[in-house]
């Protein structure tokens, strides 16, 4: 993964929801162009934050084999701005889990507003195609170090 926006995932129930943070600072590369003056975090990395968050919630659920890849957005709406020194507190919920797939519902709010919520899908793959198993585990032990004790 060569942009971890998870910071930190607090809570976990396998296979059904997750709740994690993302601490947004003015050092983040994205604001030096979104924007110089008024930094703003674009909602496209609000949702990868979110989405990262599923996939974790996919990986843990499916003994890190596999991962989640969004493959479908159904709604996603924003409804206030996050800036630096923001903490995002992140939430995603699986409403539905086909076969290959799980469908999310998520949340972001920050100090206690609604910041955008969401429904997307992820279709299952397999992690082995974009890194070795063991890589998954150790990075999923670095943001929620409750699972290495």
């Known amino acids: ?3 971890l926006l998870v910071d930190r995932i607090t809570e976990l129930e396998s296979g059904k929801r997750a709740r ?3 601490n947004v600072t003015l050092s983040e590369d994205f604001f030096t162009f979104h924007f110089p003056y008024f930094p703003i975090m674009p909602g496209a990395l609000i949702t990868e934050c979110l989405v990262q968050l ?9 003994n890190f084999a596999y991962v989640g890849m969004p493959c479908q957005f159904e709604t996603i709406k924003f409804h206030n701005m996050v800036r630096p020194g923001d903490r995002l507190q992140l939430d995603v919920e699986v409403v539905d889990h086909p076969p290959e797939r799980y469908v999310f519902r998520c949340e ?3 100090d206690g507003k609604v910041v955008a919520v969401g429904r997307f899908e992820m279709r299952v793959r397999p992690v082995e195609e974009l890194m070795p198993i063991e890589e998954s585990r150790r990075l999923f032990q670095v943001i929620h170090p409750m699972e290495a004790q």
């Open 108 to 110: 972001a709010r920050c």
């Open 20 to 22: 994690g943070i993302k």
């Open 1 to 3: 993964m060569r942009f």
């Open 54 to 62: 599923a996939d974790w919630t996919v990986r843990e659920s499916e």
